[in-house]
Structures are given as structure tokens and as C-alpha cells.
T-cell receptor, first 110, second 115 residues
Framework: DQQVKQNSPSLSVQEGRISILNCDYTNSMFDYFLWYKKYPAEGPTFLIS???IKDKNEDGRFTVFLNKSAKHLSLHIVPSQPGDSAVYFC?????????WGAGTKLIIKP | EPEVTQTPSHQVTQMGQEVILRCVPI?????FYWYRQILGQKVEFLVS????????KSEIFDDQFSVERPDGSNFTLKIRSTKLEDSAMYFC?????????????FGDGTRLSIL
């Protein structure tokens, strides 16, 4: 089941630079997308979401972009900070359930 | 900030035994969920619950699984006869509304180890 794909298992970024995490989905009927962040031994924490009626949503250092024609979304973090080091999950809300990507481990280098 | 709490943090159980995982959702939330993550695999949806009944369930959520909201604050997941493959991290979540603009908030999980 590969309805939501995060093709980069890990990403390393210098502190202060931009982190870009990518996510692809297969079903054009999906209409609500979320990003969660997870630290070890903790549950996922909601970061930001976007509805399919928009192509961009911004919250502080976090911006999510949605390209419906490409079935692609991305999360931009700028500037990246050491506390951003975590696993980031892309998820799609589909009928009361979240369908998850495999996650991307983001490492922020000092 | 209000949070979802799960107990225990780690549960070790013999295969074939029953296990109950407990969750206290955020107090004004109306929708409740269970997910699991087997080590090295994706997070998988198990079940959603609203108005004292199951809204959706996945293929994983077979007759061995059940959920209950026994007292208006707790939300439990019961596995009747555990199997080795039930070993996973189980996450409870809750949300104020059912969908758009009502994100699910997660607890820190219960690690279930079946021996």
C-alpha cells in the first residue's frame, strides 16, 4: 500500500538553512493533507495542514505547498533549528483515518 | 496545553493473553482513534470512534480487537488473544471534529511486546 510516499528516508541540513521535505500521493480524490513531527519515545505532533482548495499554507517557520496536478506536497522549514531534528510524517485524511507516509528523518547540523 | 495520555507506556504479555491499552483523550474532543506502528514500518490506522460507536475500521481491526469508552473519559483498546505479530507501538489520538481543520492529537504511545 503506497498511497502516500516519502521517498527520502533521511535529510541532513545545516542550521539556519532551509529544510525541504517531500511527499507524493496517488489518489487525486484526497483533499486534506497534514504534516506531523515525531521525536523518539513520543507520539506524533501535529505541525501544519493544507486543504486541496489551497496551494500554500504558512505558520511561522513552516510552510506547506500543495501541487495537485503533480500530486505532490512539500514542507519547508526556514530557518532550520537544532530542535527541528525529528522524523517528519506526511499524512492524508481519508474518511476519518490518516494514511501515513514512511517518514523522513531530518537532521539539523550545527 | 491539553494532551492525550496513554497507559501503560510499555506492556509485556504472553501470547494468547488478553491485553487492554488505555487512553485518556483531550476532554472536549469527540472523535477517538487507535493507530499502530510495527517496528520499521509505517503508522497504520486501526479504528475511529464517535458517539459511542465505531466510525471506521481497517482490515487489521478484526474480531480479536475491540474498543470501548467505559466511563466518558477513558478510551480503551482490547486485544482478546494476542499474537506475536501484535507486537507494535500503539498510538491513541483524539480530535475535536471529524475531519478538515480538526487535526488529530496523539498520545506518546504504548509499546506492546508479545512473548
Amino acid at each position: 500500500d503506497q498511497q502516500v510516499k516519502q521517498n527520502s528516508p533521511s535529510l541532513s541540513v545545516q542550521e539556519g538553512r532551509i529544510s525541504i521535505l517531500n511527499c507524493d500521493y496517488t489518489n487525486s480524490m484526497f483533499d486534506y493533507f497534514l504534516w506531523y513531527k515525531k521525536y523518539p519515545a513520543e507520539g506524533p505532533t501535529f505541525l501544519i495542514s493544507i486543504s486541496s482548495i489551497k496551494d500554500k499554507n504558512e505558520d511561522g517557520r513552516f510552510t506547506v505547498f500543495l501541487n495537485k496536478s503533480a500530486k505532490h506536497l512539500s514542507l519547508h522549514i526556514v530557518p532550520s533549528q537544532p530542535g527541528d531534528s525529528a522524523v517528519y510524517f506526511c499524512a492524508v485524511d481519508s474518511n476519518y483515518q490518516l494514511i501515513w507516509g514512511a517518514g523522513t528523518k531530518l537532521i539539523i547540523k550545527p | 496545553e491539553p494532551e492525550v495520555t496513554q497507559t501503560p507506556s510499555h506492556q509485556v504479555t504472553q501470547m494468547g493473553q488478553e491485553v487492554i491499552l488505555r487512553c485518556v483523550p483531550i476532554s472536549n474532543h469527540l472523535y477517538f482513534y487507535w493507530y499502530r506502528q510495527i517496528l520499521g514500518q509505517k503508522v497504520e490506522f486501526l479504528v475511529s470512534f464517535y458517539n459511542n460507536e465505531i466510525s471506521e475500521k481497517s482490515e487489521i481491526f478484526d474480531d480479536q480487537f475491540s474498543v470501548e469508552r467505559p466511563d466518558g473519559s477513558n478510551f480503551t483498546l482490547k486485544i482478546r488473544s494476542t499474537k506475536l505479530e501484535d507486537s507494535a507501538m500503539y498510538f491513541c489520538a483524539s480530535s475535536e471534529g471529524g475531519r478538515v481543520s480538526q487535526p488529530q492529537h496523539f498520545g506518546d504511545g504504548t509499546r506492546l511486546s508479545i512473548l
